[in-house]
């Protein structure tokens, strides 16, 4: 009988040590309390707020850490463009007693909050010292709760805000929302940095900015000189402090080897036509933006006689303060490598074409612009066979008036997927962005780019150009293994628009002289991106050496992909006897010991399993003695 019990005693055991060793896998895949975050951000001028962050894709949980120097309570959440009225916020603080105070609310109005009746957010730490309160939780990508706003692969609009005690009410000195890709795909951090890395500076040295509105200042480089095949894995912006929020974007395009190239400084897209030649982006950077470091197996090869061996570099100033005498050496940094990648990379621009056709009505609450490309032209082109492209990452650029970008693809006339989007895209934030998996685009497949545009603050016509008063609706997706095509992009029939809308038109430039005729209003508005939509597009496609021909084809339907499951709360309904009297649940003491979070991270059956097998376990020790 002894024998027995000491082996069922053994098997207890083994389980027990089973279901603890899960509970510790679960508890570090969750991102629990003693996680480490891999993303951080400060979220206010001052460097009051600093936030950490990571995420789990297959779960679809995010979790946060905010410090903030305050004694007082902190506050962190989602909102949208236009209003933070409606937006979510979760607050916590610790009150003088050492009492923990959390609770996922949302805004009513600007300045008034009210407590969700389903609490989805849930608490992994909050603590208070002599400096910082610091709160960290987890939330689920998208709740049930109509009060909580989704997460997305968009840009993500965060609320921050503080007290400086811990009486909840909002103070807008002391609110900030700021643009942030929250689940980024890969950060710099997780790749690996090559020991023999090489910095070359690719700038314009001593530009005295001129006092207007927009510049467009170009001039040719050479990239690095080296004696064999090497690979740029890494670029940044290289910007001159007080100058920075004059530098819109700077891109770097690759030159075909048999260009004459002119010298010195000019305007990009003025008189002389040489300083436009070369129009392969090799790599960009635009506000809002940071470093960009290439996935491990993928660089932009240099030393090879197939490799461009001179780039234009391309920086927009916007000078609209008409500043005299600022000069600027910006530019970008490339870091390069003898330790070669599995793969030479390639950038395809996709998008509407920019000029001359582009125009976007005044007073439009929602306006769709549309530029396709057919690849079926690219072997022929190319001058080679056209491998699969495998795209990994892509950048978005519209200026002001644009909301949202994305890209579509169709084989066989049948949509495939949607490459990349942001529906809540942010003009002052852009930045060169992973696919979370590799698309594969054959040749003969169709790419859509579909821009939405809001024009309500204007009264003019918007029309594509290089401004930033302008339009551009322009896609440039990271590929691999590189080609000759640099760019393929669309634009509508205008003079089929043009009658469409009851003008005459019978060549281009008066189509688009009769867009300033039409009387603007929401129906004419929308009879206009009908008629954009339905127009025969051509087709402009681009190679390296500057060869263009062009094709023609038809906007296809966009099939909208429909949001997934929203994750049921865990935190179960709030009821009227859970709240304190200041409309928190208090905790009586500090979340910080992490075998405790670990225990109340559990499922419950989970919980209920180890609380009978150590029941067992002692019913089993008390028979042997």
């Excluded at 890494?234 to 910007?239: A, V």
């Amino acid at each position: 009988m002894l024998q027995v019990s000491g082996a069922m005693a053994c098997d207890l055991l083994f389980r027990l040590f089973l279901l603890l060793a899960l509970a510790a896998a679960l508890q570090s895949n969750r991102l629990g309390p003693t996680s480490r975050l891999r993303y951080s951000r400060f979220l206010d001028p001052s460097s009051v707020m600093f936030l950490l962050w990571d995420f789990d894709l297959e779960a679809e949980i995010i979790s946060f850490e905010l410090q903030v120097r305050t004694a007082g309570w902190v506050g962190l959440g989602v909102t949208n463009r236009y209003t933070n009225v409606g937006s979510d916020l979760v607050v916590g603080g610790v009150l003088p007693n050492g009492n923990v105070y959390f609770s996922d609310q949302h805004l009513v109005d600007e300045d008034t909050l009210q407590e969700d009746a389903s609490q989805d957010a849930e608490l992994l730490g909050l603590t208070e010292d002599a400096i910082y309160t610091t709160m960290r939780f987890a939330r689920p990508f998208r709740s049930c709760d109509p009060h909580d706003l989704d997460i997305t692969s968009d840009t993500v609009r965060v609320l921050a805000a503080y007290g400086l005690d811990d009486t909840l009410k909002l103070d807008r000195e002391h609110t900030f929302v700021k643009s942030i890709f929250l689940l980024q795909v890969v950060h710099p951090d997780d790749l690996d940095v090559p020991e023999d890395a090489i910095i070359h500076d690719l700038e314009i040295t001593d530009f005295l900015i001129p006092e207007d509105d927009t510049t467009y200042a170009c001039t040719f480089l050479p990239l690095p000189i080296v004696s064999e095949k090497h690979h740029i894995y890494k670029f940044e912006p290289k910007l001159v402090y007080h100058n920075e929020t004059m530098v819109h974007h700077i891109l770097v395009y690759a030159c075909g080897n048999s260009s004459v190239l002119p010298t010195g400084i000019s305007d990009c897209y003025g008189a002389d036509p040489a300083f436009s030649l070369c129009s392969q982006v090799i790599v960009g950077w635009a506000v809002g933006g940071t470093s960009y470091q290439f996935p491990d197996d993928v660089g932009i090869s240099i030393g090879t006689p197939l490799d461009p061996q001179w780039i234009r570099l391309e920086i927009h100033y916007s000078n609209f303060n008409n500043l005299p005498g600022v000069y600027d050496s910006s530019g970008i940094r490339v870091y390069y490598t003898a330790q070669l990648r599995k793969y030479d990379m390639g950038v395809l621009q996709l998008g509407f074409f920019t000029f001359p056709i582009h125009f976007i009505p005044p007073g439009a609450e929602s306006f769709m612009s549309y530029g396709l490309c057919r690849t079926e032209k690219f072997e022929e082109m190319n001058g080679a066979p056209v491998p699969d492209i495998q795209v990994y990452g892509y950048l978005l650029h519209t200026h002001l008036a644009g909301r949202a970008l994305q890209a579509v693809q169709y084989r066989n006339g049948t949509q495939l997927r949607t490459i990349c989007k942001d529906d809540s895209y942010d003009f002052n934030l852009q930045e060169t962005r992973d696919l979370p998996s590799r698309v594969e685009i054959k040749p003969g497949d169709e790419l859509l780019v579909e821009c939405h545009y809001q024009t309500l603050d204007r009264d003019a016509m918007t029309f594509g150009g290089p401004s930033t008063i302008n339009e551009m609706c322009l896609i440039f997706l990271f590929y691999y293994p590189r080609n000759n095509i640099s760019s393929c992009m669309g634009y509508p029939d205008i003079i089929y628009v043009a009658h469409e809308l009851g003008e005459e038109a019978s060549d281009s430039m008066e189509g688009m002289m009769a867009m300033n005729n039409v009387e603007w209003t929401p129906e004419s508005i929308k009879k206009a991106e009908k008629a954009c939509k339905e127009a025969q597009q051509t087709v402009i496609i681009k190679t390296i050496d500057e060869v263009v021909e062009n094709t023609t084809g038809w906007i296809p339907d966009i099939i909208p992909t429909p949001p997934g499951p929203c994750l049921e709360s865990s935190g179960g309904k709030v009821e009227a006897q859970d709240k304190t009297p200041a409309g928190f649940r208090s905790s009586p003491v500090a979340l910080s010991s992490s075998s405790k979070a670990t225990l109340r991270r559990l499922p419950l059956a989970a919980v209920l399993l180890v609380q009978s097998t150590l029941s067992g376990l002692l019913a089993m020790l008390q028979t042997r003695v």
